[in-house]
């Protein structure tokens, strides 16, 4: 059996629901058609919309031809903050959908009550036995209140998103094929999937309308975190485009990285930073200290911008300062995301800001916060 979790890797940075559904087939082609394993779906985490969470119990479903073995929903973690009781509330409405999913469609996908703190930190043990506790409360009102609920906008949800996810995943075999590969090898197929990139996939791919000039499609249906990207962008705009930030940011250019598979934070920032005026360099996730400084050899740049929410902020910072210096590279590294690291000596990860302020880098874990150190790193 393979696992595969649509929202955390490649599938994660599609902008449209139909891409992630066009995907999961290609998945399911690869590891049911092609190895002759099981495939397991687990998606939840980037959505919050309960017509799409339960909506998602129904696509999977088809698309594994009423033969799904569900693996989980995930808690929604984009609605988390560092509020803990507005966590509880978060909980207890994604559970009650979650439940009533699998009581309207059994696919045996299991509800994930999802620790309060998981916006912050690793959570403790109790903290985990905690909300499983209070997860069983919800249980008991979810089975109360689905006999009067109406589950037609999830259905058509489902059906949207499963025609036009045929729909790409035809297309896709096809177009690969018809550019020379081979699409019954699976290490083959993986191989060029990878290579080619989830923006590209679905720019060559997608079901929505594209722009000629930015190459991008319009969603038929946006996910979750690409409508919470955008309104983000919308909403920090004025912070990028007042009179002094375009004066300092409009003679910049600026490299921006992800340590690992997250690259919303990179999408949010290029946006922001090209209304500025700045020159983007989006060399987008999974960079390691190696692939930033040869960037760095190569291009000249006025600043680093890297996002990281793996849990080694500064075991990477470090690495990244040696390649640099093996290479003469002095240019400013500004942090920002999830900067804490699991210490010897201490059960849960710890903030390492400080340590890299001591390193020469500048660190940022909100967007108006590295707003700001960006003008000081353009001063400096």
Request: aromatic residues 8%; proline residues 4%; glycine residues 8%.
């Amino acid at each position: 059996m393979l696992h595969s979790y649509l929202e955390d890797g490649f599938g994660a940075l599609f902008q449209d629901c139909a891409t992630v559904a066009g995907w999961a087939y290609i998945e399911r082609y690869i590891v049911e058609e092609l190895l002759g394993a099981r495939l397991t779906h687990c998606i939840g985490g980037l959505t919050r919309d309960p017509i799409k969470r339960v909506g998602w119990v129904f696509a999977l479903d088809a698309i594994h031809q009423g033969d799904c073995l569900g693996s989980m929903i995930y808690g929604d973690t984009i609605s988390f903050s560092q509020n803990f009781p507005h966590n509880w509330g978060v909980v207890g409405e994604y559970l009650l959908w979650d439940v009533m999913a699998q009581l309207e469609c059994p696919t045996g996908h299991a509800v994930h009550p999802l620790p309060i703190t998981e916006a912050v930190r690793i959570p403790t043990a109790e903290e985990i036995s905690e909300i499983h506790t209070f997860g069983r409360q919800v249980e008991t009102a979810a089975r109360r209140m689905h006999p009067y609920i109406d589950f037609s906008p999830a259905r058509s949800f489902s059906d949207q998103i499963v025609s036009a996810g045929k729909g790409i995943f035809k297309r896709a075999l096809d177009g690969l094929k018809d550019l020379g590969v081979d699409t019954a090898n699976p290490v083959q197929l993986l191989f060029i999937l990878k290579l080619l990139g989830p923006y590209a996939f679905e720019s060559m791919f997608g079901q929505g309308e594209r722009d000629p000039s930015t190459k991008r499609r319009t969603p038929l249906v946006p996910t979750d975190m690409f409508q919470r990207s955008t309104d983000l962008v919308d909403q920090y705009l004025p912070h990028f485009t007042g009179e002094n930030i375009i004066n300092l940011m409009g003679r910049r250019r600026l490299l921006l990285a992800s340590t690992d598979v997250h690259e919303h934070a990179l999408f949010v920032l290029a946006e922001l930073l090209t209304e500025s005026g700045a020159e983007i360099i989006n060399l987008g996730a999974e960079q390691n200290p190696v692939d930033i400084a040869e960037a760095l050899s190569r291009i000249e740049v006025d600043a680093v911008l890297i996002s990281t929410h793996n849990g080694m902020a500064l075991e990477y910072a470090r690495q990244l300062k040696t390649e640099m210096a093996q290479r003469q590279i002095d240019v400013p590294v500004l942090m920002g995301g999830v900067l804490n690291q699991k210490m010897e000596n201490h059960v849960l990860p710890v903030d390492v800001r400080q340590e890299l302020h001591q390193l020469g880098f500048q660190t940022s874990s909100q967007l108006q916060a590295g707003w700001k150190s960006l003008l000081l790193t353009g001063e400096n």
